[in-house]
């Protein structure tokens, strides 16, 4: 039996929620969490008529990328369609969960499909997350180094970019006393003790932090476990907003517009002065981007590719790079296709379904 909790727990392991912006709303907005999974309906927008998608289907559980609520909501009189909704969903017994800015923080998520889609390869994050890292610092009996390390390891700690294990230790004598009720690990109740012991350093993303703890007290010796918790000012390299790649080859611009056209199905493409004749560094943010243009400049990319850019804003391009806005919905659509893609490769007991609805709000004579 596969829960709700379980789908939701696989999801936060690739976008865990403490990504997700302060404004945002991501996780279990609906429903059970020890539910059992009839089946999963993937969506873009999760709207009524989704939540009757879903019944059809037999589906009780509805993974969206936009959350159906961002603000409280006071009165569920079905005045709105975001209360019908919420309404519609628990009279169905039909969970909804949503994966919003913290899917697009990730390299493998929002952004990376429609790098795939435009052909962008060798993608880095647009604009790093900040205050995201921590470090932990402890001290262990030099026997017991090489375990407790393992165990942290285990747990998430000493991961920088593409490296695993990354730490650092240094030797040095450490003293205690045991007194009253305490049954240390080494050395005689009453008296001062000196034990040959290794300072040892590992870095961790902060959402990992209980985990982290959790494994140093559980394979340390020490019946008092000495640690310090140290917030860190590095940028996070693999978790931020928007991303950065290349072409294979240096492509017209115009010829690159228009592909981006067709394969994101766009009805439009609204674009700046073609400043440059062709274009190799491509920046991508979906959904709305107009705030990460400086980091776009910075990058050196030829083409920012986004949406929900204001008319004023499209002059801060300042010929620089040209701006191509395919509009909120086209940019994120393939999403569901994504989530869809992370869910198949996991379970494989009940049916995972992209939504047929079209959500966009917005139509293109």
Do not use: W
């Not at 990730?106 to 921590?134: D, H, M, Y």
């Not at 005689?188 to 932090?209: A, T």
């Not at 004749?277 to 030829?302: E, N, P, Y």
């Amino acid at each position: 039996m596969i829960t709700v909790k379980q789908v939701t727990n696989y999801l936060e392991g690739i976008a865990p929620l403490s990504y997700q912006e302060s404004y945002d709303n991501a996780g279990l907005i609906v429903g059970d969490s020890n539910a059992k999974v009839t089946g999963i309906l993937v969506c873009l927008d999760s709207v009524e008529e989704t939540i009757d998608e879903a019944k059809k289907m037999g589906a009780n559980l509805i993974v969206a990328h936009h959350p159906i609520v961002f603000k409280g909501l006071k009165r569920f009189n079905g005045s709105n369609y975001v209360e019908r909704t919420v309404i519609s969903a628990i009279k169905n017994d039909i969970a909804i969960y949503a994966t919003h800015t913290n899917l697009d923080s990730v390299l493998n998520g929002v952004n990376s499909i429609i790098a795939r889609k435009i052909g962008v390869k060798n993608l880095q994050i647009l604009a790093p997350q900040k205050n995201g890292l921590k470090k932990l610092i402890s001290y262990v009996p030099k026997a017991k180094k090489d375990d407790v390390l393992e165990s942290l390891f285990n747990a998430g700690a000493g991961h920088i970019g593409d490296y695993s294990h990354c730490s650092f230790s240094h030797d040095g004598v450490g003293t205690f006393k045991a007194l009253g009720n305490a049954a240390p690990y080494v050395g005689v109740k009453g008296e001062i003790h000196y034990e040959e012991e290794s300072r040892i350093e590992v870095m961790f993303e902060r959402y990992k932090q209980g985990a982290v703890i959790r494994a140093l007290l559980e394979a340390h010796p020490y019946e008092e476990v000495a640690y310090d918790v140290l917030s860190l000012d590095n940028e996070n390299n693999r978790v931020g907003l928007g991303v950065i790649g290349e072409l294979d080859e240096e492509t017209p611009t115009l010829e690159f517009l228009t592909k981006i056209k067709s394969n994101m199905n766009a009805g439009v493409v609204k674009y700046t002065p073609i400043v440059k004749s062709h274009v190799k560094r491509v920046a991508i943010c979906g959904g709305s981007g107009s705030f990460l243009l400086s980091a776009a400049k910075r990058s050196k990319a030829d083409l920012f590719l986004t949406a929900d850019f204001k008319y004023h804003e499209f002059f801060d391009a300042e010929k620089q790079l040209v701006i191509a806005d395919i509009g909120h919905y086209e940019s994120e659509q393939y999403t569901s296709e994504l989530l869809t893609d992370f869910l198949k490769q996991k379970f494989s007991t009940f049916a995972i379904r992209i939504s047929e609805i079209n959500t966009n709000p917005v139509n293109y004579l």
